[in-house]
């Protein structure tokens, strides 16, 4: 069965960072693709970051480029956000999904995500 759990949310001036970890387990093949999403109440739900766990390079959304950087510890089966120069509408519930292939940002097509860690950036 595939567990992904997210950890490190937490409250953070503008300006400020936070790291956010992701650990996947279960998988019976070797790498799979893991994406972090965010939500803030009444809207849908965006892609912030994702990349494949065999070999291929970070892609991210626009409105994290340059912020955010996404890292893998293979060893560990965990990946990580590094979110720098966070601003108040980075404010968001973050979750980690994951599934075999990447989907681009179509959440619907991610198998398995974790329950979320809240993002909370004041100015």
């Known amino acids: 069965q595939v567990q992904v759990m997210e950890s490190g949310g937490g409250s953070v001036q503008a300006g400020g960072s936070l790291r956010l970890s992701c650990t996947s387990s279960?998988?019976?093949?070797?790498?799979?693709?893991m994406a972090w999403f965010r939500q803030v109440p009444g809207k849908e739900r965006e892609g912030v970051a994702r990349?494949?766990?065999?070999?291929?390079?970070?892609y991210y959304a626009d409105s994290v480029k340059d912020r955010f950087t996404m890292a893998l510890d293979s060893a560990k089966n965990t990946v990580y956000l590094q979110m720098n120069s966070l601003k108040s509408e980075d404010t968001a519930m973050y979750y980690c999904?994951?599934?075999?292939?990447?989907?681009?940002?179509?959440?619907?097509?991610?198998?398995?995500w974790g329950q979320g860690t809240q993002v909370t950036v004041s100015s």
């Open positions: 999904a994951a599934d075999q292939f990447c989907h681009n940002w179509v959440e619907a097509r991610y198998r398995y």
């Open positions: 279960g998988f019976t093949y070797s790498g799979n693709c």
């Open positions: 990349m494949h766990t065999i070999g291929a390079r970070p």
